[in-house]
């Protein structure tokens, strides 16, 4: 058994992280959020100490690993974005591994100085790549390998998931410290797209907005036009027809892919993964980090070309404008 820290306990994502710690066999001694909502944990570890502060959490975990013998095998990381790389390096010097949501980090050199504290401390940092061991990927991935090697095949990908007026008070509405639409719902996307066609060569952005963002990218093996939004008058009208919020799509040639089902159990597959001796560490995110960052600084390209469909829906004013 294995023990774990958790940091951003309060987090949307923070259960899918509680649920794989319980369900790996493991336990969990501490978790830190600044808010207090965290009657979740009740349901996992009603023993685990809670911390508000950081400063106190630091102090209990020091004392745990140098006082106590009982070391912190792994910190969980489910923070805002911006603090990633903060969170893991107080990992790595805890002497623990980091086991961080996704984008791992938000620019490229961070990724480099992260590296070389994985160096000093012998210890590992891991992400949460979950697409790489979705059944349905896994299987378009094989695919792939065993057809033509010089064939660009067509790719369309659509990913909304609906927003209210509350994300752009949270931290995820301020592109300083989530990195924007792309950076924070397109991230998983970016890195299955070039784990399975190979490394990007070209990437246009034809839109890049509060609520939105699109353009086109070739990989290596790929043609791929995308369009991801948070806006709910971005779906499809058969999806609005059946009340849904969230519309996920990934055509190759025409063809619908399928991979809608499986989500919910990915972050426990993840865990038992990197327990089982693998995991996907700091060079396997680096593409879809480099991407990110090309996204978010790219100056915008005319409609020339191809382009995602979607890009011509009608823009929105932001809530707060």
Known sequence: MKNFALIGAAGFIAPRHLQAIKETNNTLVAALDKFDSVGIIDSYFPDADFFTEFERFDRHVSKLVYEKNRPVDFVSICTPNYLHDSNIRFALRQNADAICEKPLVLNPWNLDGLQKIEMETKKKVYTILQLRLHPSIIALKKKIENGPKDKMYDIDLTYITSRGHWYYTSWKGDPAKSGGVASNIGV????????????????????????????????????????????????????????????????????????????????TTSYQHILDGFGFGLEEARESIEIIHLIRNATITPLNGDYHPFVKLDPAIHPFK
């Open 188 to 267: 998983h996307f970016y890195d299955m797209l070039s784990w399975i066609f190979g490394s990007l060569k070209t990437n246009k952005v034809h839109l890049h907005t509060h609520d939105r963002a699109a353009g086109y990218m070739e990989f290596q093996n790929a043609r791929v036009r995308w369009f991801l939004s948070i806006n709910c008058n971005t779906l499809p009208n058969e999806i609005k027809e059946k009340g849904q919020t969230t519309y996920r799509s990934i055509k190759m040639e025409g063809e619908e892919i399928e991979f809608s089902d499986g989500f919910k159990d990915l972050h």
